[in-house]
């Protein structure tokens, strides 16, 4: 007979998610509206550069660094959650690609998704690391044992 499975598990992986999906949906929002605002308003052009960079920063600033904060003691949950939306974010790219045949010439879906996989896996590193790190900060590396006389 199968052990019963864990509530406590099951709850976090939807947990997981549902907040990958989630950022997925935002950053797939994000991306669409640099997109068209890049390509159908021709009055910004003359702020290409600023338009750029407050893409970025919304992409990085708000939305990256939500799951970072959210699963910040747990990098395995971290890398699933950004693991998801970066598949999501993949997906509506390979999609731009059809209305807009020139994006693929800069970076194809692939190398796109490998791109985003690398730089999450370090990502989640990091912070896997810096947990350690925080954590031997706040408490002895070594157990002190009282002698016995």
Not at 19 to 37: C, E, K
Request: aromatic content about 10%; hydrophobic content about 55%.
């Amino acid at each position: 007979m199968p052990p019963p499975p864990d509530v406590s598990q099951s709850r976090s992986t939807r947990e997981t998610l549902k907040a990958g999906l989630m950022l997925g949906a935002a950053l797939s929002g994000v991306a669409i509206a640099w997109l068209l605002t890049a390509n159908r308003v021709p009055a910004l052009e003359r702020f290409a550069l600023l338009r750029n960079m407050a893409a970025g920063a919304i992409v990085i600033v708000l939305l990256i660094l939500v799951p970072v904060f959210r699963f910040r003691r747990h990098p395995s949950h971290l890398f699933a959650c950004t693991f998801t939306s970066w598949v999501i974010l993949t997906a509506i790219y390979a999609l731009l690609q059809i209305p807009f045949p020139r994006l693929g010439m800069r970076m194809g879906t692939f190398h796109f998704f490998v791109l985003g996989a690398v730089v999450l896996g370090l990502a989640s590193s990091l912070v896997w690391v810096i947990h350690l790190v925080w954590i031997l900060r706040s408490e002895p590396a070594i157990v002190a044992r009282r002698r016995v006389p």
